[in-house]
């Protein structure tokens, strides 16, 4: 080839350091994408034929330039940074974002700007949606994946089984007795009972009704605890309602205490519906609901410690916790997600429940993933295929919520490497006006 072959070998290195300051420009027009993972180009040199040489170990092979071997890309951990919108996510570790578009076709992406569109799905910028394993009603996380979804969803009421309390009932209170009429036309006289708190309770309906316990000391050591609610509101048998007062008696059981004022026994509840199996709403709910009214662990009905619910000492009588397992209807306020990827509702009732789980995605050799533009890869044959996992679980990266990774671009290393990049297009450049110098000498030689 001889002194024109510097052409092709200079023409290489060109071709080839553009490409290099193609990809250095494509990083530094990216370093504020977010997710985004920067890109090497791979240099590898040209080898022409053997020239001369008495053997093979002292053979001449002629370089004939460079070429590009490929353009690798970099997954080292973005920063992180914290935003506004809770439902912008960020890996710390290992894994990809899955996310599919309308035809079901699946990309990954470490850019977690989500938000929710008209449909209620978690989605990308790019309208895919974000894949994660399901939950059902009762928010237990099941093994299919699915699109996320945050609807209007709606938590259906639950009707209340029990109500727990604990607290101090005045020792020195003295005994009174009372007939079901005078409780009914005035609950709250001293003389029929000497302490009172009130409890909301839910029907199958989810509907909220108000009830107020009433405690009188019936005996030495022994109370009576009279259950009323809104005559409006429940059916009772005769004689167990006052239209004038509206109360009507709906339940009632005593407390036995110890001489130490431990709670001793529970005694039956009684209810005042037909059939006395439990409480008859009027509002078309479940009849005979039956709530349990639970005053702590008792020495001799539930054999246990008689001190971790309600007591007979002192002089002051007070509620200390008081809780019951029903709730309301409510609907969805809104949403947190945890390390573990699980998004959890929070609704209007007070109540919470997982509505899903974030799902990420690893590859044996990340490297091998085909970007596609848009911060999203696809699987090709040399990424290996994808694995599927829970969010800090395993080898699997922890999900950070209000959080974005950024792009892994080092504006510092782009701007030196554009720099030696530079250089070297100069550099042959010169090359090529060099060649063509000597070769015109040659033309003249023949003048």
């Avoid at 070998?9 to 350091?17: F, K, L, R, V």
């Avoid at 009576?224 to 429940?234: H, K, P, R």
Wanted: proline share 2%; net charge negative; aromatic share 8%.
């Amino acid at each position: 080839m001889g002194i024109t072959s510097a052409f092709f070998a200079a023409t290489s290195g060109i071709n080839s350091t553009s490409r290099a300051l193609n990809e250095i420009g494509n990083n530094i027009a990216n370093s504020q994408t977010v997710g985004y993972k920067s890109r090497s180009v791979s240099f590898g040199d040209l080898f022409g034929a053997t020239i001369g040489g008495g053997g093979t170990t002292n053979s001449l092979v002629e370089g004939r330039g460079v070429r590009v071997l490929g353009i690798d890309p970099s997954f080292t951990q973005g920063s992180l940074q914290t935003t506004s919108n809770a439902l912008d996510l960020a890996i710390d570790g290992n894994g990809f974002f899955q996310v599919n578009d309308p035809s079901g076709n699946t990309f990954y992406t470490r850019a977690g700007q989500f938000n929710v569109n008209s449909n209620g799905n978690l989605v990308n910028p790019a309208g895919l949606t974000l894949q994660g394993f399901q939950a059902d009603a009762n928010g237990n996380i099941l093994g299919t994946v699915g699109d996320l979804v945050l609807t209007t969803t709606q938590q259906t009421g639950v009707a209340t089984t029990e109500v727990e309390m604990s607290g101090n009932l005045d020792a020195s209170e003295s005994v009174v007795s009372f007939t079901t009429a005078q409780l009914l036309a005035d609950p709250s006289n001293p003389a029929i009972s000497q302490f009172s708190t009130g409890i909301r309770v839910f029907d199958s309906l989810g509907v909220g009704h108000d009830f107020t316990l009433y405690f009188s000391k019936t005996a030495a050591n022994t109370w009576t605890y009279s259950v009323l609610g809104n005559a409006s509101e429940v059916t009772v048998t005769a004689g167990n309602s006052n239209s004038t007062t509206g109360n009507a008696l709906v339940a009632q059981g005593t407390l036995g205490f110890t001489t130490a004022g431990l709670l001793n026994s529970e005694g039956t509840t009684t209810y005042f519906n037909t059939g006395a199996t439990g409480i008859d709403f009027s509002n078309g709910s479940v009849a005979a609901q039956a709530i349990a009214f639970d005053f702590g662990t008792s020495i001799t009905t539930d054999s246990g410690s008689g001190t971790d619910g309600m007591l007979q000492q002192g002089a002051n009588s007070v509620i200390l916790t008081l809780g019951q397992d029903g709730f309301a209807n409510g609907t969805l306020t809104g949403t947190s997600i945890g390390e573990d990827g699980t998004l959890t509702g929070r609704f209007t009732n007070g109540t919470t429940r997982d509505l899903g789980q974030v799902a990420l995605t690893r590859f044996v050799n990340p490297d091998g993933l085909q970007p596609v533009g848009r911060n999203l890869f696809i699987q090709s044959a040399d990424s290996g295929t994808p694995l599927v996992g829970a969010p800090n679980s395993g080898s699997f990266g922890k999900i950070f919520a209000n959080t974005l990774e950024a792009s892994n671009v080092d504006l510092g290393d782009e701007l030196v490497n554009m720099i030696t990049m530079q250089r070297s297009f100069q550099a042959n450049s010169r090359i090529i006006t060099t060649t063509n110098t000597l070769l015109g000498e040659l033309v003249n030689l023949a003048q």
